[in-house]
C-alpha cells in the first residue's frame, strides 16, 4: 500500500497507463485532491496531536480505494454507467466515495453515432456540431492569439522587474485555464475526450518554484502554440465554410428566385443575365453538390482538428523520474 500522496499517484498513473490520457489526468488531479483533503481531516480530528503517516494514509486509501480500484472505476464510468454497474457487482462494488462523478460532470452521456457516407453527411450530427466549431474557431483565435502575444510580449518585457514573475504566473495559469476551456468545446463539438480537469503544478512552494515547472512543462508550450495556430486556422475555418455553404445555397435556390420574382439579379455587359430552362437544373444540381462537398470537408476538418486538439492539449503522462524531480521540498506532488 502506497505511504504517501506522491507513490500513490505514481500506482494510479502505472494503472491507468492504457487509458485515455484525458480521463487519466482527470483521475490524477481527482486523486490528489481528494487524497490531501481526507489526509488534513484526519489531522484535524487528532486535535494536532502527532499522527502515524502510514496509519492516516492507510485510512484515507481504504476509504477511497486502492490505484487499480480507483483506475478500474474510472475506467468503467467512462464506458457508461450500465457497464459501470455490472463491473462493481462482478468486483465487489468499491466501496470508496470515488469522485469519477465530479470529475466527468456525471455519467458520460451516450454520443450519437457518426454517419457515413458521402450523402450521409447530411444526418450525422457531428457535421453540425462540427461546422459549429468552424465557425466560433475564428471568434475564439482572435482571443487567444491576442491573450497569448500579449502575455508572451509583457512577460518579457517585465522580466527585468519585480512584478515580472508574478505576471509570469498569471499568464501561465491563464493559458492553462484556456486549454482547458478550449478542451471542453472540443470534447461537445468534435466529440473527443478532452480533459475536465486542469494538470496541477507544484500545490506549494515558492512562487518561482511553480514558475519553473509550467516552464519547463512541455505541454504549456504546445498549448500555447495551438493557441496561436487557431488564428490562421480559424481563418480558414470559417471562410471556406461560409464561402462553400453560402454559394451552394446561392446556386440552389437562383432557378427559383427568377421563376418566382422575374429576375435573377445577376448582372452581364450592364443588363440582367436571366437563365434559361436547361440551365436551371444544372444550377440545383451543382449547388446541392456544392454544400454536401462543403459538409464533407467540414466533418473531415472537426475530426483531423479533434487528433490535434488533443495531441497539443492533453498530457500523454509523466514519467516517474520526470515527476520526482519536479516535486519541492515540502512534499507537494505533480500530476
Do not use: C
Amino acid at each position: 500500500m502506497a505511504r504517501d500522496v506522491n507513490t500513490y499517484l505514481e500506482e494510479l498513473r502505472v494503472e491507468l497507463a492504457g487509458a485515455d490520457p484525458a480521463l487519466a489526468q482527470d483521475a490524477l488531479y481527482d486523486a490528489e485532491e481528494h487524497l490531501r483533503a481526507e489526509l488534513a481531516v484526519v489531522q484535524e480530528q487528532t486535535g494536532g496531536q502527532t499522527v502515524d503517516p502510514d496509519e492516516a494514509m492507510a485510512a484515507v486509501i481504504d476509504r477511497y480505494g486502492t490505484p487499480r480500484e480507483v483506475a478500474a472505476a474510472y475506467v468503467d464510468w467512462e464506458a457508461g454507467p450500465a457497464v459501470a454497474a455490472r463491473s462493481a457487482a462482478s468486483a465487489g462494488a468499491v466501496a470508496a466515495p470515488l469522485p469519477v462523478e465530479r470529475s466527468a460532470g456525471g455519467p458520460v452521456s451516450p454520443r450519437p453515432l457518426r454517419t457515413r457516407g458521402f450523402f450521409g453527411v447530411v444526418a450525422d450530427p457531428w457535421t453540425w456540431t462540427s461546422l459549429a466549431y468552424m465557425l466560433l474557431s475564428l471568434a475564439t483565435g482572435i482571443v487567444y492569439f491576442t491573450v497569448v502575444v500579449t502575455g508572451i510580449s509583457l512577460s518579457v518585457g517585465l522580466a527585468v522587474l519585480i512584478v515580472g514573475v508574478p505576471f509570469a504566473l498569471v499568464f501561465l495559469a491563464l493559458v492553462r485555464a484556456m486549454s482547458l476551456a478550449e478542451g471542453r468545446v472540443v470534447e461537445v463539438l468534435l466529440g473527443v475526450r478532452m480533459p475536465r480537469r486542469p494538470r496541477f503544478g507544484p500545490s506549494e512552494g515558492a512562487i518561482w518554484q511553480r514558475v519553473l515547472y509550467w516552464l519547463k512543462d512541455r505541454r504549456t508550450w504546445t498549448a500555447m502554440l495551438y493557441m496561436v495556430l487557431q488564428l490562421p486556422l480559424g481563418i480558414v475555418y470559417f471562410t471556406v465554410s461560409v464561402t462553400g455553404l453560402v454559394t451552394g445555397l446561392a446556386l440552389t435556390v437562383a432557378p427559383f428566385v427568377q421563376l418566382i420574382l422575374g429576375h435573377s439579379y445577376v448582372d452581364f455587359n450592364d443588363s440582367e443575365y436571366l437563365y434559361r430552362w436547361w440551365q436551371m437544373p444544372l444550377l440545383v444540381i451543382g449547388g446541392v453538390l456544392l454544400i454536401l462537398v462543403t459538409l464533407n470537408l467540414i466533418r473531415l476538418a472537426g475530426r483531423a482538428h479533434a487528433a490535434y486538439a488533443k495531441a497539443m492539449l492533453v498530457r500523454s503522462g509523466q514519467p516517474a523520474a520526470d515527476a520526482a524531480a519536479a516535486e519541492v521540498p515540502t512534499g507537494g506532488a505533480v500530476v
